[in-house]
């Protein structure tokens, strides 16, 4: 064998060898590499990080636990005002864009003190990938379910894009980049916040209900 065909060999070989261990990592950083270049719902990451969060605020604190997981953007206020001493929460309902750029979770909460109710959390993805959330709204009333391992899942419909109307987000509002879910926040008639979502089914907006 030549010398010249031992070098493109050995050449060939490195190249495959370099090829392999960019698709195990690839594996290994989390599936499909073609995932990270494209915006896809998953609904599975929210609730990832829903879970991480309660987790933490068992631990550390509510205050500490929601201060870790909140968007760069929130003020210390607002996270202050919106973290009760919840010693329990459960998401039940993760509703989510087409693109994934933007998730609502509803679930219900137990205080340490006994109270009890419902929550909503607007979650967005950030340019690392990861989901910090933006609001965090909580309501008193319903008694607290144990948890279960079933949370339910909805996706926008990624159809028919062109035909949403364009709409400007103000305070207390918010939309994804492509516009298949939008909330607002409202008073309700006993006086706290709640969150409302809508999502866009091919044709039209939806109301999306708490389970």
């Given at each position: 064998m030549r010398r010249g065909d031992i070098t493109r060999r050995?050449?060939?070989?490195?190249?495959?060898?370099?090829?392999?261990?960019?698709a195990l990592s690839a594996c290994a950083a989390g599936g499909d590499p073609r995932d990270r270049l494209r915006a896809v719902a998953k609904p599975g990451e929210v609730v990832a990080a829903e879970l991480a969060m309660a987790r933490a605020m068992r631990e550390?604190?509510?205050l500490e636990g929601a201060t870790d997981f909140a968007a760069s953007g929130v003020a210390a206020a607002q996270i202050a005002a919106n973290a009760p001493r919840v010693a329990r929460?459960?998401?039940?309902?993760?509703?989510?864009?087409c693109d994934g750029t933007l998730s609502v979770a509803k679930g219900e909460w137990q205080g340490a003190d006994g109270g009890s109710g419902t929550y909503d959390t607007v979650w967005q993805r950030q340019s690392n990938g990861n989901y910090r959330w933006v609001m965090r709204l909580f309501q008193?009333?319903?008694?607290?379910?144990?948890p279960d391992d079933f949370i339910a899942t909805r996706v926008a419909s990624c159809d028919n894009l062109a035909a949403i109307p364009s709409r400007i987000a103000g305070a207390g509002a918010g939309a994804s980049s492509d516009g298949t879910l939008r909330w607002r926040s409202s008073a309700t008639a006993d006086g706290t916040a709640k969150i409302s979502v809508e999502m866009w089914d091919g044709a039209t907006f939806e109301k999306a209900e708490q389970p």
């Open positions: 050995a050449i060939l070989a490195s190249a495959g060898a370099m090829l392999a261990t960019l550390d604190g509510s929460s459960q998401p039940r309902l993760i509703l989510a864009s008193i009333g319903i008694p607290f379910a144990e």
